[in-house]
Structure formats: structure tokens, C-alpha cells
């Protein structure tokens, strides 16, 4: 039974309402720090915790917030990117819908320990009724005297603002977050300089996701050390993973990072095992844009050890053999998918959330998408596999944001590991047609023209 730091209360009646979430223990965090804490010392015990940023990079969080810049006179902010828009990934999405408390409690004591007066919470646009929950949230905690002015009569004024976003995946990525934040078009900057030194309204700001600001809550009080004995290695702690796919329980699930993919995945505890007794095929571990690993290279890494889900052993191998740990949307596909078509469905997305500022990205997504419906259609050729190779390595690194990256990613594993589906798919054109006109199997109304 792995333990629950974050989801403990998921299960108490109304854990959602101030007064339930209070009796259970919480805001104690915020009197600790506050009361008897100062700004540095909340940073050194998040440095000893080993907390990593939970939103996809696992960059080490005590150090990103060691890095903000504090001029004299000039405000600074806390801003918490909800924007969760990877496909795969809802694990924010649950925490802010039934815990909401717990965001709020956490961004209380970062705000200290930031100096943020004003701190802010850019949620996701679809996410709408998740604003509600939040508003009412924020007001409960205002009543109470969490916020506001001289907070716990400390003297520490914060204010929480929850700002929606329109619908853009790109907007999650940091830079185009602030840009958004400011009321731009959520198109991400170039870096240097990082938000920390000039983020939003040019302002020193750090930007942590949901999950990770929800940790601070049982780092402050448990003590960094206490969580730091959570987990293996530099991935310490729980870590909130959103299952779904051809699995038979899929949900949100808090997991402490010594488990074995294949117990995530067979256990009753967690994945329950795939789906009407099928063949697991393959897994995307950590939302959309990380590389897919074959059951084989998902179990047990290339040197024969148990694949374990951290950020460690995920990534064991590299691209070559292995994957990430990423945002944590863990996608299950069973012996019936099709790596093509799975791999087009990402590449669409892609396209369709790219900024287009830079023209590897916005060129090389759109030519991947279209080369990627031709062999799934049964128009491709064996050079196209090569071509759709040859324009991910030319997308990869030469971006101003990752999300270059994320398009690139999916599409190279695909090819490096299930070639051999894409050469069946050009060899048969006849099948691939068949297939796709097949009642309800992969049909996608929006390309049946197209086939014809
Ligand atoms: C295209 C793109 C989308 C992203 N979407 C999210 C997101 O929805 N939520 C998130 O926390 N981080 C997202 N990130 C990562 C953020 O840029 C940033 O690294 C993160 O919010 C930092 O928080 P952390 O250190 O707590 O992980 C995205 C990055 C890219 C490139
Ligand atoms: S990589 Fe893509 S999404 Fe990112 S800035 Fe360039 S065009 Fe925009």
C-alpha cells in the first residue's frame, strides 16, 4: 500500500468545504511557517526534500525558488500553472476538484517564501467548473484569515487570483503562460531571461505546478527530511499519476516512487490490469509528448532490472530504451492498437497546438501530420517513414520552446520501435482501408472523406 500525502482525504465527506478540510488538520502548514519560519528557511527544508517540479521537467523546485530575483521595491510572484492540457494527464484536475484546500495551502506558504503579495492561479479554460471551486476556495480561506491582509496577524498580506485561460495547450508552457497572464497572446519567449528574474509584468516570478505547490503542505509539516525518505534516489515523495487507456481502473492515483511499472499496472490496487484480458502492447508513462516504450523496454529496462515509476528509472536508457516520467498521464495501449494511428492522433494535436513562431515547429508538425493520415490511410511510402524521421530530428532542439520538442518526441519513439507497423501499413494499402472503414474500430468521421 503505497502512502497518500496528498490524496490522504480524498475519501472525507466534503473535504472540499474550509470547515471539513480544518477539522482534518489543514492550514496547520501555514501557522508553522509563518509563525515560526522565515522565508529561507521554507526554501532550504523544500531543497532538503528533494521536491521536483511535478508539471513535467522535474526540475528540483528549493532550487528554481533560490534563483528569483529580488530587487528593491519590485514586486514578486507566485504563479501556479493549472493549465494541464497534455493529453493523458488529469492528476491537477482531481486535486483541485475535490482537495482544493490543499493548492490553497500551499501556495500560502510559497507566497511567503517567495515574497509574493499577489500570487496567481492560471487554470485551464476548459477547467470551468474547477474556477468555481477554487473562487470559493479562495473566499473561504479570505474568512477565516489565511488571506488577505496581515495574515494570522503576522503581518503578510497575499492575495490568491484565478485567472482562465482560452483553450490553448501552449499557454501551459511558462513563458507563453505569463504572456497570457498579462492578457497577450500566449506566445512563449525566448529565454534568457527566465521568469524568475523577468516574469510576469517583467516582475521576478516563479511558476510551479499544481502538484508541486500541493507538496509543501506535508514538507512543512512533516519536515524536508521526512519527505526526502519517501521514494528512491532524486525522486522522493508521492507522485500523483493520471492512468488511463485500455486498463481496467483507470483514475488518478498517488504513488510513492518505489513501485514497479508492472505493479502500476497489474496491481487491483492501482491499474487493475489491462482491459477484457488483452496483451499489453505498449505505454506512453508520462502524458503525450514523452516517448512510447514497448511492453518489453516498459517492464524491464535494457539492462534486465525491473522498470521502477520514477524519474530515475523511466528515463533508464535514454531515448534509445527509455522514456520519462514527464507530467505523469500514464497511457495504456492494448495488443489492438494501431501505433500509426495513435502516433497521427498526437502529431494532429501538435499541429493544431503549435504558436507557429518558429518554422521548424510550425512547418514540421503540419508536414509530419499529413505524412503520418498517408500511411495510416495506405497512400504512404517506405521513404516516407525516413522523411517523417528526418523532419522530427530537424524540429528537436531547434525551437524556442519545448513544444518542438513534445511534436518530435512521440513520432521518433513510434518509428524507432514499431517500424515495422509502419512498413505494414505502406505494404497493405488494401488492409489499412478496410480497417478504417471497420464499424467503430478506428473510424474518425472527420477522415472518412478523405479515404475515398
Ligand atoms: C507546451 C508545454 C505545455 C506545458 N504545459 C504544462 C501544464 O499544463 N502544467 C504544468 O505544470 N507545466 C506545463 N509545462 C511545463 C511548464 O513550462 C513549467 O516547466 C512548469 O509549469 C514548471 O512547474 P514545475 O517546476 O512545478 O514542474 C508545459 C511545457 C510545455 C513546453
Ligand atoms: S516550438 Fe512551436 S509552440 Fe514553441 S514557440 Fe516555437 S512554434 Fe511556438
Same mark, same amino acid.
Given at each position: 500500500?503505497?502512502?497518500?500525502?496528498?490524496?490522504?482525504?480524498?475519501?472525507?465527506?466534503?473535504?472540499?468545504?474550509?470547515?471539513?478540510?480544518?477539522?482534518?488538520?489543514?492550514?496547520?502548514?501555514?501557522?508553522?511557517?509563518?509563525?515560526?519560519?522565515?522565508?529561507?528557511?521554507?526554501?532550504?527544508?523544500?531543497?532538503?526534500?528533494?521536491?521536483?517540479?511535478?508539471?513535467?521537467?522535474?526540475?528540483?523546485?528549493?532550487? $528554481?525558488?533560490? @534563483?528569483? /530575483?529580488?530587487?528593491?521595491?519590485?514586486? +514578486?510572484?507566485? #504563479? =501556479? *500553472?493549472?493549465? %494541464?492540457?497534455?493529453?493523458?494527464?488529469?492528476?491537477?484536475?482531481?486535486?483541485?476538484?475535490?482537495?482544493?484546500?490543499?493548492?490553497?495551502?500551499?501556495?500560502?506558504?510559497?507566497?511567503?517564501?517567495?515574497?509574493?503579495?499577489?500570487?496567481?492561479?492560471?487554470?485551464?479554460?476548459?477547467?470551468?467548473?474547477?474556477?468555481?471551486?477554487?473562487?470559493?476556495?479562495?473566499?473561504?480561506?479570505?474568512?477565516?484569515?489565511?488571506?488577505?491582509?496581515?495574515?494570522?496577524?503576522?503581518?503578510?498580506?497575499?492575495?490568491?487570483?484565478?485567472?482562465?485561460?482560452?483553450?490553448?495547450?501552449?499557454?501551459?508552457?511558462?513563458?507563453?503562460?505569463?504572456?497570457?497572464?498579462?492578457?497577450?497572446?500566449?506566445?512563449?519567449?525566448? $529565454?534568457?531571461? @527566465?521568469? /524568475?528574474?523577468?516574469?510576469?509584468?517583467? +516582475?521576478?516570478? #516563479? =511558476? *510551479?505546478?499544481? %502538484?508541486?505547490?500541493?507538496?509543501?503542505?506535508?514538507?512543512?509539516?512533516?519536515?524536508?527530511?521526512?519527505?526526502?525518505?519517501?521514494?528512491?534516489?532524486?525522486?522522493?515523495?508521492?507522485?500523483?499519476?493520471?492512468?488511463?487507456?485500455?486498463?481496467?481502473?483507470?483514475?488518478?492515483?498517488?504513488?510513492?516512487?518505489?513501485?514497479?511499472?508492472?505493479?502500476?499496472?497489474?496491481?487491483?490496487?492501482?491499474?487493475?490490469?489491462?482491459?477484457?484480458?488483452?496483451?499489453?502492447?505498449?505505454?506512453?508513462?508520462?502524458?503525450?509528448?514523452?516517448?512510447?516504450?514497448?511492453?518489453?523496454?516498459?517492464?524491464?529496462?535494457?539492462?534486465?532490472?525491473?522498470?521502477?515509476?520514477?524519474?530515475?528509472?523511466?528515463?533508464?536508457?535514454?531515448?534509445?530504451?527509455?522514456?520519462?516520467?514527464?507530467?505523469?498521464?500514464?497511457?495504456?495501449?492494448?495488443?489492438?492498437?494501431?501505433?500509426?494511428?495513435?502516433?497521427?492522433?498526437?502529431?494532429?494535436?501538435?499541429?493544431?497546438?503549435?504558436?507557429?513562431?518558429?518554422?521548424?515547429?510550425?512547418?514540421?508538425?503540419?508536414?509530419?501530420?499529413?505524412?503520418?493520415?498517408?500511411?495510416?490511410?495506405?497512400?504512404?511510402?517506405?521513404?516516407?517513414?525516413?522523411?517523417?524521421?528526418?523532419?522530427?530530428?530537424?524540429?528537436?532542439?531547434?525551437?524556442?520552446?519545448?513544444?518542438?520538442?513534445?511534436?518530435?518526441?512521440?513520432?521518433?519513439?513510434?518509428?524507432?520501435?514499431?517500424?515495422?507497423?509502419?512498413?505494414?501499413?505502406?505494404?497493405?494499402?488494401?488492409?489499412?482501408?478496410?480497417?478504417?472503414?471497420?464499424?467503430?474500430?478506428?473510424?474518425?468521421?472527420?477522415?472518412?472523406?478523405?479515404?475515398?
Amino acid at each position: 500500500m503505497s502512502r497518500k500525502l496528498l490524496l490522504e482525504k480524498e475519501h472525507v465527506e466534503n473535504i472540499r468545504l474550509y470547515d471539513v478540510y480544518r477539522r482534518e488538520g489543514g492550514y496547520r502548514s501555514v501557522e508553522k511557517a509563518l509563525k515560526s519560519m522565515s522565508p529561507e528557511t521554507i526554501v532550504e527544508e523544500v531543497k532538503k526534500s528533494g521536491l521536483r517540479g511535478r508539471g513535467g521537467a522535474g526540475f528540483p523546485a528549493g532550487l $528554481k525558488w533560490s @534563483f528569483i /530575483a529580488k530587487p528593491e521595491g519590485v514586486p +514578486r510572484h507566485l #504563479v =501556479v *500553472n493549472a493549465d %494541464e492540457s497534455e493529453p493523458g494527464t488529469f492528476k491537477d484536475r482531481y486535486l483541485m476538484e475535490f482537495i482544493p484546500h490543499i493548492l490553497i495551502e500551499g501556495m500560502i506558504v510559497t507566497s511567503f517564501a517567495l515574497g509574493s503579495n499577489v500570487s496567481y492561479i492560471y487554470i485551464r479554460g476548459e477547467y470551468a467548473w474547477i474556477v468555481d471551486i477554487l473562487q470559493q476556495a479562495i473566499q473561504e480561506a479570505k474568512n477565516n484569515g489565511f488571506l488577505g491582509k496581515n495574515i494570522l496577524g503576522t503581518g503578510f498580506d497575499c492575495e490568491i487570483y484565478v485567472h482562465r485561460g482560452a483553450g490553448a495547450y501552449i499557454c501551459g508552457e511558462e513563458t507563453a503562460l505569463i504572456e497570457s497572464l498579462e492578457g497577450k497572446r500566449g506566445n512563449p519567449r525566448i $529565454k534568457p531571461p @527566465f521568469p /524568475a528574474i523577468e516574469g510576469v509584468w517583467k +516582475r521576478p516570478t #516563479v =511558476v *510551479n505546478n499544481v %502538484e508541486t505547490i500541493a507538496a509543501l503542505v506535508p514538507i512543512i509539516n512533516d519536515g524536508g527530511d521526512e519527505y526526502a525518505k519517501i521514494g528512491i534516489g532524486k525522486s522522493t515523495g508521492t507522485k500523483l499519476i493520471s492512468a488511463c487507456g485500455n486498463i481496467n481502473k483507470p483514475g488518478v492515483y498517488e504513488i510513492d516512487m518505489t513501485i514497479s511499472v508492472e505493479e502500476f499496472i497489474y496491481s487491483d490496487e492501482w491499474c487493475g490490469g489491462i482491459k477484457n484480458g488483452k496483451k499489453l502492447k505498449a505505454c506512453i508513462p508520462g502524458g503525450s509528448s514523452v516517448p512510447i516504450l514497448p511492453a518489453n523496454l516498459l517492464l524491464t529496462t535494457a539492462k534486465g532490472e525491473k522498470r521502477l515509476m520514477n524519474y530515475e528509472s523511466l528515463a533508464d536508457g535514454g531515448f534509445a530504451t527509455g522514456s520519462m516520467m514527464g507530467s505523469g498521464g500514464f497511457i495504456v495501449l492494448d495488443e489492438d492498437q494501431c501505433i500509426v494511428r495513435n502516433t497521427y492522433s498526437l502529431a494532429r494535436f501538435y499541429r493544431h497546438e503549435s504558436c507557429g513562431q518558429c518554422s521548424p515547429c510550425r512547418e514540421g508538425t503540419g508536414w509530419m501530420e499529413k505524412i503520418l493520415l498517408n500511411i495510416e490511410n495506405g497512400k504512404g511510402k517506405i521513404s516516407d517513414i525516413d522523411l517523417l524521421w528526418d523532419i522530427q530530428r530537424k524540429i528537436e532542439g531547434n525551437t524556442i520552446c519545448p513544444l518542438g520538442d513534445a511534436a518530435a518526441w512521440p513520432v521518433a519513439a513510434a518509428i524507432r520501435h514499431f517500424r515495422e507497423e509502419f512498413e505494414w501499413h505502406v505494404n497493405n494499402p488494401i488492409e489499412c482501408l478496410t480497417r478504417n472503414f471497420g464499424v467503430g474500430h478506428y473510424a474518425d468521421p472527420i477522415h472518412i472523406p478523405e479515404l475515398v
